[in-house]
């Protein structure tokens, strides 16, 4: 099949790629970009592993086309943080023992960010923080824990740096 | 010991692999690529039972980017297997299943696969099938395996025809136990196919090297038992088989035997390059390892007073289509079926049984959820016949310290009171019925720790980190950072200071592997043995240095101190590389088997069970009186975990258990209409999400097992045992209506609550 050139910004870097126009963005970090941080499993919307950041709000990339993205601002679990400069919300989930094999930690952390940045200041109540978050599975957890990880890392935002506090 | 004396054994640490997990840089199996690597695909039956009349895959290898294609004309069919060497990498002649590889395709891209596997041509011949697996006991049904007599088989398994397995247990005499009962009760428990439901689908890269050694990167839960298994199939000596586990995305049983690994190695072999298979929802839901369906039936006669004296029992287990580990799991069940209650006659028998539907496997507690829903269930219809609260007549029932358990043996460190008093008391118990619609219920059961053998080496490095390198594999539970927190007790040094490095089965000592609650058990206790080895090890080389008897030395604060002296281990290791080649240390464990009676068992490959853990779920809900919709309010577990190594990672466990035990009870299923799956797909396989989940109240109790690492017991398995019985219970008192076919739908109880069966 034919390939055209597309230019992604993801995580502020610009790439320049030549892809085939069937392409979900999922594909595209995954395979041609060797960004695994973002995680595959349904590929239909359903699970919510592979969520990313589309202009600051949580979309499955899976279902995603990568030219739908020409233009826009992309964040992945790359962009967040990294071991030595921890996002709080990575931070909240390890302290509250969030984590357990992790695969869907990537996509819940993404979708708690989108939903924290959307009601910046706001404290959510446990219910609002399961509503928002369920469309990712997990299956280890029980999610309770996560739960209470974006809970704690809402009730801190005031002191999060600055880079964390910018949607 | 109490946990209040020790620095980091009970302590709720972060767990090691957690940095790399939240900022995505873990690797997992299915994240693995290599330069040059192929995409696999596979063609998979669309028939249940069949004769291939016709396959060819000419279409296929023609299309460009194709570079291998395999069936079963082109290599060795070897026939492997858990229990029974009954099946082979692709359908030789004839599928059992619809859903069964027929061939697999390796190209250049995923797509190039997928258009490859749709271009080759098929035709079936219909052969009668057999789904329902008490139908498959019937003289004349068809049978799945024709040639079953001619399998390789345990020797331990009682095998005839569908029947892929049968095993008993009991004692005393049933007949003269009903005779004397003041009422006798009967009655039968369904359920159904649960889906492991981990997230990372299982995923693996092959890659021959240059001494012809194939290299296997895969998620598997037991990587030197995958070793054999791809031994056999790619007819090739053990010590050329490479398995090596990257990250694991959740495994619960789903993971332990070979499912993609197979075909990845055999296509990369043909091909001459690296290749991935990597399975999609659709494969996970119609050819994996999910929880068997079962049917129960239990018979069992009391005194007035509510004692049990009498209980017969069968579970039929329907295996699907290969055995894998139904028969072992039948007769699991009937450990769980007995437990945790005294008897004086006891006959359960249990027989896995063959279908043409997809395999199944080892869930999380195999055989637990299924056997312990009809025990607790029926429990609780006798309470209410009899009119004795359900916690009382569990009370009165219950295994005590030194009893005898089924197999004859003699059980130590019992916690079953305890467990059940605190889960009622934490749920309110005295107010079973708090308004109309509202109900609780109680279940309690009982769990073995899986023995098998696990060593580790542990290396004292020179900056004074410790490299800890098992055979195990860290599925997610935290079980690694619990070992690695025994090890770093036991060292003198923080958990911090401890790496652990990825199984490799080349290099990495044996472990028997991730599953039967084992992990932090065993590899605890192997590093216990490697610390005190190195502990000698370190105290002999300073003792020489500093001229004094090895024995007035000690370890204190990452150093080692004899009178006025001290050497940092960071030195001692410095020294040791330098002299003595450095320190490293290989520890080893094993759980001795408890002697138990084998008049009481026959045919069963685990008789009795060591380490034991009880456990009680105590459960508030609400039925909604229209829509037959259940709430859970609340929901409390007490669980005996002998000794908490990390009550946060614990809680986790049960957490998580609980969750995949609510899936089962209420909403999961894997639909079979005359062997075609109806729901492979996420979103009408129906797991949990976070707005189905009630938190889960856990109460940790420590009553020390002999065995364990400071007398834990395994913790992993268990959670997900008790939720069907205890929901079911609860939904019974909330509604009158009393399910006992899992799941629990909401249709199910609307129906029932308006007259209907």
Same mark, same amino acid.
């Not at chain 1, 995680?39 to 699970?47: G, Q």
């Not at chain 2, 190039?112 to 049904?141: C, H, K, M, N, S």
């Not at chain 2, 216990?528 to 001229?547: G, H, M, P, Y």
């Given at each position: ?167 | ?10 302590? *709720?640490?972060?767990? @090691?692999? $957690?940095?790399?997990?939240?900022? =995505?840089?873990? /690797?997992? %199996? ?128 009682? *095998?005839?025809?569908? @029947?892929? $397995?049968?095993?008993?247990?009991? =004692?005393?005499? /049933?007949? %003269? ?145 290969? %055995? ?434």
């Amino acid at each position: 099949m034919t390939r055209h050139a597309l230019d992604l910004t993801i995580n502020g870097e610009s790439h320049q790629l030549m892809i085939e126009p069937h392409w979900s963005l999922l594909h595209v970090l995954r395979g041609e970009l060797g960004m695994t941080g973002t995680k595959e499993n349904c590929l239909e919307a359903e699970c919510g592993v592979c969520t990313v950041l589309l202009d600051g709000k949580a979309v499955n990339s899976c279902i995603l086309l990568a030219e739908q993205c020409r233009g826009r601002s992309i964040v992945t679990i790359e962009g967040l943080g990294d071991p030595e400069h921890l996002h709080p919300l990575q931070a909240a989930f390890i302290k509250h023992g969030a984590v357990q094999c992790g695969y869907c930690i990537p996509g819940m952390i993404m979708t708690a960010k989108s939903f924290l940045d959307e009601r910046r200041g706001h404290v959510p109540s446990e219910a609002e923080v399961r509503e928002a978050l369920s469309g990712t599975l997990c299956r280890c957890t029980g999610y309770q824990k996560i739960v209470d990880a974006v809970i704690a890392a809402a009730r801190q935002r005031n002191s999060w740096p600055e880079e964390a506090r910018r949607s | 010991m109490s946990s209040l004396e020790r620095r980091v054994a009970g302590k *709720r640490l972060n767990r @090691i692999d $957690g940095i790399g997990k939240v900022t =995505g840089k873990h /690797v997992y %199996a299915a994240d693995f690529a290599l330069p040059g690597m192929l995409f696999g695909k596979i063609l998979r039956s669309g028939e249940a039972h069949a004769r291939i009349a016709r396959l060819d895959v000419a279409k296929a290898l023609a299309l460009p980017g194709v570079r291998s294609v395999l069936t079963a004309q082109d290599i060795p069919q070897i026939r492997f297997g858990t229990a029974i060497k009954d099946r082979t990498m692709f359908a030789e002649g004839e599928v059992r299943f619809r859903g069964e590889a027929i061939a697999a395709v390796a190209a250049t891209s995923l797509e190039i696969a997928e258009a490859a596997v749709r271009t080759i041509e098929i035709e079936y011949e219909p052969l009668p099938a057999v789904f329902d697996p008490e139908e498959a006991l019937l003289t004349g049904a068809p049978l799945v395996h024709a040639g079953w007599n001619d399998y390789q088989a345990l020797p331990v398994f009682d *095998r005839e025809g569908n @029947i892929s $397995g049968r095993s008993a247990i009991g =004692g005393g005499d /049933v007949e %003269a136990g009903f005779a004397r009962s003041y009422r006798v009760y009967e009655h039968r428990f369904t359920t159904q196919h649960v889906h492991p439901g981990y997230t990372e689908p299982r995923a693996a890269v092959a890659s021959w090297d240059g001494n012809g050694d194939v290299i296997v990167w895969t998620n598997t839960q037991l990587p030197f038992d995958m070793k054999n298994m791809l031994a056999e199939v790619l007819d090739l000596p053990a010590s050329k088989i490479r398995v090596i586990v990257p990250g694991i995305g959740g495994g619960f049983g789903g993971k332990l035997r070979v499912g993609v690994e197979h075909y990845a190695a055999w296509l990369a072999r043909k091909s001459r390059r690296p290749v991935r298979v990597i399975t999609t929802s659709e494969e996970e839901l119609t050819d994996a390892y999910p929880r068997q369906p079962t049917v129960v039936t239990l018979k069992t006669g009391v005194s007035r007073d509510g004692l049990l004296l009498a209980r017969q029992g069968r579970v039929i287990l329907d295996c699907g289509a290969f %055995a894998n580990s139904g028969p072992a799991t039948a007769a699991i069940a009937l450990q769980v079926l007995a437990g945790p209650y005294r008897t004086p006659h006891l006959a359960f028998e249990g027989l896995a049984v063959y279908t043409n539907k997809g395999a199944t496997g080892s869930f999380r507690a195999p055989a637990g959820p299924m056997a312990n829903f009809a025990v607790e269930s029926q429990i609780d219809l006798i309470a209410d016949d009899l009119g004795i609260d359900p916690l009382e007549i569990r009370l009165r029932n219950i295994y005590r310290e030194g009893d005898t358990g089924p197999a004859g043996e003699t059980l130590a460190s019992v916690s079953i009171e305890e467990c059940l008093t605190k889960a009622a008391a934490a749920i309110g118990w005295s107010e079973r019925k708090p308004g109309e619609g509202r109900g609780k219920g109680l279940a309690c059961s009982w769990w073995l720790t899986t023995g098998g053998s696990s060593g580790v080496y542990v290396r004292i490095n020179p900056d004074g980190t410790v490299t800890l390198i098992s055979g195990a594999v860290e599925l997610g539970s935290g079980a690694i950072t619990g070992a690695a927190q025994i090890l770093a007790e036991e060292l003198g040094v923080d958990l911090t200071d401890i790496n652990v490095t990825d199984v490799d089965t080349h290099s990495s000592p044996y472990d028997y592997g991730a599953q039967g609650s084992r992990t932090a058990f065993s590899v605890g206790n192997a590093c216990i043995a490697a610390a005190t080895d190195l502990r000698r090890q370190i105290f002999e080389l300073v003792a020489t240095q500093w001229n004094v008897p090895a024995a007035s030395l000690r370890l204190e604060n990452k150093s080692v101190v004899g009178g006025d002296k001290r050497m940092s281990l960071a030195d001692v290791a410095s020294l040791s590389q330098r002299m003595g080649g450095g320190l490293i240390s290989h520890g080893t464990s094993i759980q001795p088997m408890p002697v138990f009676d084998p008049n009481r068992v026959k045919h069963h490959p685990l008789p009795a069970w060591t380490s034991h853990s009880f456990h009680a779920h105590a459960v508030d809900l609400s039925v909604d009186s229209i829509t037959g919709e259940v709430s859970i309010n609340r929901y409390v577990v007490a669980q005996d975990v002998g000794y908490a190594i990390n009550p946060t990672y614990i809680e986790g466990q049960i957490e998580g258990g609980v969750a995949q035990g609510i899936g089962q009870t209420l909403s999961e299923e894997i639909v079979y209409e005359d062997g075609r799956v109806l729901n492979a797909n996420l979103t009408d396989y129906k797991m949990p999400t976070m707005m189905d989940m009630p938190r889960v109240e856990c109460i940790l109790i420590e009553k020390p097992s002999v065995n364990g690492p400071y007398g834990a017991k395994g913790v992993g398995e268990p959670p997900c045992i008790e939720p069907p019985a205890a929901i079911a219970n609860a939904i019974a008192v909330a509604s009158g209506v009393r399910v006992q076919s899992l799941p629990i739908t909401a249709e199910k109880i609307a129906l029932r609550m308006n007259g209907g069966r």
